[in-house]
């Protein structure tokens, strides 16, 4: 597979990887412990397509999906990370990535896979940016061009992850959520209310996709923050 290479520019939104730079972290290890829970949540079924949502902004869920990417990619898998999210994308801020090309060019036939597809620094890890946001995001991921997509990169990669728009705000996750083998969702202690929690999940539960379970991010323990994961 041709793949380009990241082409690495500062950005002041770039998000810290803790699993790549301090893979023995405590934080590094509960995100193992949620890639271990998704495995077991799917004991019967192969998980090779996942999407990692939030009820709203600002819950962390790009930087649980980043993190989330590294440490499959740990394991020796290959992982492709996308960015699904084609109003507010933010993967190519992680990887200091141009965002010229994308996702959003492939589903519209400009580009391939392949050309669209980046190297990291990450050992296994590509990722493919959202690319220039489109005037019709939901259209785009409700096509046939984004089923024959996904079954391109699910026989490509061992397992493709989706960054997708939070639940509540549009369509998007749950347009999403019928393609892929499996959902996550993504809640802030402190700051996501009961109520949009639950109405996230019940938005998530009559899609195809199995809601695999809700990762509680930014919980204090000991002076440090955990993510925890919990099944529904």
Do not use: W
């Not at 829970?37 to 980043?66: H, M």
């Not at 892929?180 to 993504?186: E, K, M, Q, T």
């Not at 009559?206 to 000991?222: I, Q, S, Y």
């Amino acid at each position: 597979m041709a793949r380009r290479k990241n082409h690495s520019r500062p950005n002041n939104k770039m998000r810290n990887l803790i699993t790549k730079l301090n893979p023995k972290s405590p934080i590094s290890e509960q995100y193992r412990t949620i890639r271990t829970n998704i495995q077991y949540a799917s004991v019967d079924e192969t998980i090779k397509s996942l999407l990692v949502t939030s009820s709203g902004p600002g819950e962390g869920k790009s930087t649980t999906i980043a993190n989330l990417a590294v440490v499959y990619a740990q394991t020796g898998k290959k992982v492709l990370l996308i960015d699904a999210d084609l109003r507010k994308p933010t993967v190519h801020y992680t990887f200091r990535l141009d965002n010229l090309r994308g996702l959003s060019n492939i589903l519209v036939g400009e580009t391939t896979l392949n050309d669209s597809v980046n190297r990291t620094d990450v050992e296994n890890l590509d990722v493919i940016s959202c690319g220039p946001i489109p005037p019709n995001p939901s259209e785009l991921l409700a096509s046939r061009k984004m089923d024959a997509f996904l079954r391109e990169a699910t026989d490509a990669y061992d397992i493709v992850i989706f960054d997708t728009p939070p639940v509540l705000a549009v369509t998007d996750a749950q347009i999403m959520a019928n393609i892929v083998d499996g959902s996550l969702l993504v809640v802030r202690s402190g700051q996501t209310n009961i109520e949009a929690a639950t109405k996230a999940k019940e938005a998530l539960e009559p899609a195809k996709a199995k809601l695999l379970g809700t990762v509680l991010n930014g919980r204090e323990k000991k002076a440090s923050n955990y993510y925890y994961y919990g099944t529904n």
